[in-house]
């Protein structure tokens, strides 16, 4: 089955904890992203990478990094300098064809 | 001013009506257009893109309008399981693999 995994699908956290979402494809695509999206709002990019080894900072990286040592492979740590953790975090990937498809997401809640 | 706008509705139709969603896109350079269902609590998913020549997919419409900046979707015979989130996606220019997203526009078809 082609497609994207993003694991767990829900997160609790403490306040002040880093944790890490992971988000995989064998979709063989080579940009990968991550969005924010909260209640009735719309999708905010925090991340996206075009390449294995390079990534780019997007509209809302503050509190946030990211990794991708591998094509498949690319985790998000929220960390505890992200002043409003609480969300639902997705993951994507873009087509030759500029299609952005997306894992299931995690629903990340930190009290 | 926002690179992809569009009504938020919500639009609340009977089963069987026709419905029409625009969203205006601020870069006149933008190279492909998409629009995306999101169920709620879930990801966006791809519904259809959208070609200069207009194309259609079932019940499901998708006009560009280049000259006035604006891509439309039209719902024809609409069913209660079209109700969901419909996200307008604009890529704006060559070379940059980033995608705005519109805020979607709510729909719920009514029995």
């Known amino acids: 089955d082609g497609g994207i995994t993003q694991s767990p699908k829900y997160l609790f956290r403490k306040e002040g904890q880093n944790v890490t979402l992971s988000c995989e494809q064998n979709?063989?695509?080579?940009?990968m992203y991550w969005y924010r999206q909260d209640p009735g709002q719309g999708l905010r990019l925090i991340y996206y990478?075009?390449?294995?080894?390079?990534?780019q900072k997007g509209d809302i990286a503050e509190g946030y990094s990211v990794s991708r040592e591998k094509k498949e492979s690319f985790p998000l740590t929220v960390t505890s300098a992200q002043k409003n953790p609480t969300a639902f975090y997705l993951c994507?990937?873009?087509?030759?064809?500029?299609?952005?498809?997306f894992g299931p997401g995690t629903r990340l809640t930190v009290t | 001013r926002k690179e992809v706008e569009q009504d938020p509705g919500p639009f609340n139709v009977p089963e069987g009506a026709t419905v029409a969603f625009n969203c205006t896109y601020s870069?006149?350079?933008?190279?492909?257009f998409f629009w995306y269902r999101q169920d709620c609590r879930k990801e966006p998913k791809l519904l259809m893109s959208v070609y200069s020549s207009g194309n259609e997919d079932g019940r499901f419409t998708a006009q560009l309008n280049r000259a006035s900046q604006y891509i439309s979707l039209l719902i024809r015979d609409s069913k209660l399981s079209d109700s969901a989130t419909y996200l307008c996606v604009v890529k704006p220019q060559t070379g940059a693999n980033n995608l705005f997203f519109g805020t979607g526009t709510r729909l719920t078809v009514i029995p």
């Open positions: 870069n006149s350079a933008s190279q492909s």
């Open positions: 990478s075009q390449i294995v080894n390079d990534f």
């Open positions: 994507a990937t873009l087509s030759s064809g500029y299609e952005q498809y």
């Open positions: 979709l063989n695509h080579d940009a």
